[in-house]
Nanobody, 118 residues
Framework: QVQLVESGGGLVQPGGSLSLSCAAS????????MGWYRQAPGKERELVAT???????SYADSAKGRSTISRDNAKNTVYLQMYDLKPDDTAVYYC????????????WGKGTLVNVSS
């Protein structure tokens, strides 16, 4: 059974920071690119950041410079840290796993809500 379980969401003040975690099970974590995506009400789901098995990182322009994605293969966990949060960062944040080998599948967590508001 594949599970991606996000945690760490909640209410954050503008200018504040967040730390999200995603614990994965049932996947070949060490051979998967992990990512964080977000979806605000009425908007399309969008990339925040990804990290490959080789720890190559990519960030959306909106997150670049104020975000860090990391992974701990021993814990099958991927993390997202963001600072200087803005109201536009309000969204449900989803964990994603994408297998890097041929024929691999992609999986999504159920999401965790981040509300950036005073």
């Amino acid at each position: 059974q594949v599970q991606l379980v996000e945690s760490g969401g909640g209410l954050v003040q503008p200018g504040g920071s967040l730390s999200l975690s995603c614990a994965a099970s049932g996947i070949d974590f060490s051979r998967s690119t992990m990512g964080w995506y977000r979806q605000a009400p009425g908007k399309e789901r969008e990339l925040v950041a990804t990290i490959s098995s080789g720890r190559y990182r990519s960030y959306a322009d909106s997150a670049k410079g104020r975000s860090t994605i990391s992974r701990d293969n021993a814990k099958n966990t991927v993390y997202l840290q963001m600072y200087d949060l803005k109201p536009d960062d309000t969204a449900v944040y989803y964990c994603n796993a994408r297998a890097e080998y041929w024929g691999g599948q992609a999986y999504w967590g159920k999401g965790t809500l981040v509300n950036v508001s005073s």
